[in-house]
Protein backbone atom coordinates (compact mmCIF):
# COMPACT_ATOMS: atom_id res chain seq x y z
CA UNK A 1 0.00 0.00 0.00
CA UNK A 2 1.15 3.07 -1.04
CA UNK A 3 0.03 6.89 -0.18
CA UNK A 4 0.78 10.08 -1.65
CA UNK A 5 0.52 13.74 -0.29
CA UNK A 6 1.68 17.12 -0.57
CA UNK A 7 1.31 20.50 1.24
CA UNK A 8 -0.34 23.21 -0.59
CA UNK A 9 2.39 25.13 -2.65
CA UNK A 10 4.06 21.48 -2.80
CA UNK A 11 7.35 21.67 -1.65
CA UNK A 12 6.53 19.11 0.92
CA UNK A 13 5.76 15.75 -0.43
CA UNK A 14 5.86 12.69 1.40
CA UNK A 15 5.18 8.69 0.43
CA UNK A 16 3.57 6.48 3.43
CA UNK A 17 4.21 2.85 2.30
CA UNK A 18 2.84 0.39 4.90
CA UNK A 19 -0.58 -0.21 6.25
CA UNK A 20 -1.92 3.28 7.55
CA UNK A 21 -3.20 2.43 11.30
CA UNK A 22 -4.87 4.97 13.83
CA UNK A 23 -7.48 6.51 10.97
CA UNK A 24 -9.13 9.54 13.06
CA UNK A 25 -9.75 12.84 13.42
CA UNK A 26 -8.45 14.57 16.31
CA UNK A 27 -10.65 17.57 18.00
CA UNK A 28 -7.98 18.73 20.37
CA UNK A 29 -7.38 22.21 20.76
CA UNK A 30 -3.50 21.88 19.31
CA UNK A 31 -5.25 20.80 16.30
CA UNK A 32 -7.92 22.60 16.33
CA UNK A 33 -5.84 25.63 16.06
CA UNK A 34 -2.85 24.65 14.00
CA UNK A 35 -5.50 23.23 11.17
CA UNK A 36 -8.24 25.92 11.67
CA UNK A 37 -10.87 22.91 12.63
CA UNK A 38 -9.80 19.35 12.63
CA UNK A 39 -7.23 17.48 12.04
CA UNK A 40 -7.55 13.87 10.12
CA UNK A 41 -4.19 11.57 10.16
CA UNK A 42 -3.78 8.06 10.00
CA UNK A 43 0.27 6.94 11.13
CA UNK A 44 2.62 4.41 10.31
CA UNK A 45 6.08 3.51 11.21
CA UNK A 46 8.62 6.02 10.55
CA UNK A 47 10.42 3.86 8.20
CA UNK A 48 7.73 3.48 6.03
CA UNK A 49 7.15 7.33 5.55
CA UNK A 50 9.15 9.33 3.16
CA UNK A 51 9.09 13.04 3.43
CA UNK A 52 10.74 15.10 0.38
CA UNK A 53 11.50 18.86 1.46
CA UNK A 54 12.06 20.04 4.70
CA UNK A 55 9.12 20.47 6.77
CA UNK A 56 9.76 22.92 9.75
CA UNK A 57 8.60 21.00 13.15
CA UNK A 58 7.06 23.06 16.26
CA UNK A 59 7.28 21.59 19.32
CA UNK A 60 4.36 21.38 20.96
CA UNK A 61 4.68 19.66 24.12
CA UNK A 62 7.05 17.77 26.07
CA UNK A 63 6.05 14.24 24.21
CA UNK A 64 5.32 15.90 20.74
CA UNK A 65 6.21 17.47 17.70
CA UNK A 66 3.94 18.61 14.56
CA UNK A 67 5.32 19.68 11.21
CA UNK A 68 4.33 22.07 8.60
CA UNK A 69 5.15 23.58 5.64
CA UNK A 70 7.50 26.71 5.82
CA UNK A 71 6.46 28.08 3.01
CA UNK A 72 2.42 27.47 2.43
CA UNK A 73 1.36 26.63 6.25
CA UNK A 74 0.22 23.61 5.95
CA UNK A 75 -0.08 21.18 8.65
CA UNK A 76 1.10 17.52 7.24
CA UNK A 77 2.89 16.00 10.22
CA UNK A 78 2.58 14.87 13.97
CA UNK A 79 5.48 12.93 15.26
CA UNK A 80 5.52 11.53 19.28
CA UNK A 81 9.24 11.42 20.16
CA UNK A 82 9.17 8.04 21.69
CA UNK A 83 7.22 5.90 19.43
CA UNK A 84 8.74 5.72 16.17
CA UNK A 85 5.40 6.22 13.99
CA UNK A 86 4.58 9.70 11.93
CA UNK A 87 1.33 10.63 11.82
CA UNK A 88 0.60 12.19 8.62
CA UNK A 89 -2.99 14.55 7.20
CA UNK A 90 -4.92 12.95 5.53
CA UNK A 91 -6.53 15.75 3.81
CA UNK A 92 -3.21 16.46 1.98
CA UNK A 93 -3.83 12.92 0.15
CA UNK A 94 -3.63 12.91 -3.58
CA UNK A 95 -6.68 11.20 -5.20
CA UNK A 96 -8.84 8.73 -2.84
CA UNK A 97 -7.37 7.08 0.23
CA UNK A 98 -9.10 4.25 0.45
CA UNK A 99 -9.28 4.41 4.22
CA UNK A 100 -12.30 4.90 5.98
CA UNK A 101 -12.58 6.95 9.59
CA UNK A 102 -12.26 4.52 13.05
CA UNK A 103 -12.54 7.23 15.51
CA UNK A 104 -12.98 10.81 16.67
CA UNK A 105 -10.33 11.50 19.18
CA UNK A 106 -10.04 14.55 22.16
CA UNK A 107 -14.16 14.93 21.65
CA UNK A 108 -14.32 16.67 24.85
CA UNK A 109 -12.14 19.74 23.71
CA UNK A 110 -13.90 20.20 20.47
CA UNK A 111 -15.49 23.34 19.12
CA UNK A 112 -18.81 23.85 20.19
CA UNK A 113 -19.92 24.97 16.61
CA UNK A 114 -20.32 21.72 15.24
CA UNK A 115 -21.86 18.53 16.09
CA UNK A 116 -20.28 14.78 15.61
CA UNK A 117 -23.03 13.05 14.09
CA UNK A 118 -21.70 10.29 11.86
CA UNK A 119 -21.70 7.28 14.23
CA UNK A 120 -18.13 7.14 13.98
CA UNK A 121 -16.75 6.24 17.77
CA UNK A 122 -15.61 9.07 19.55
CA UNK A 123 -13.19 9.06 22.50
ZN1 LIG B 1 3.84 24.19 1.05
ZN1 LIG C 1 -5.10 16.85 18.19
Not at 35 to 48: I, N, P, Q, R, T
Not at 90 to 100: K, N, Q, R, V
Request: aromatic share 10%; net charge negative; glycine share 12%.
Amino acid sequence: MSLKGSCLCGAIRFEATGEPQGVSVCHCGQCRRMSGHLWSSAYVKDAELTIQGEPQWYVSSETAKRGFCPTCGSFLFWKHNAEGTTSFALGAIDGPTGLTLQKHIFTADKGDYYDIADGVEQR
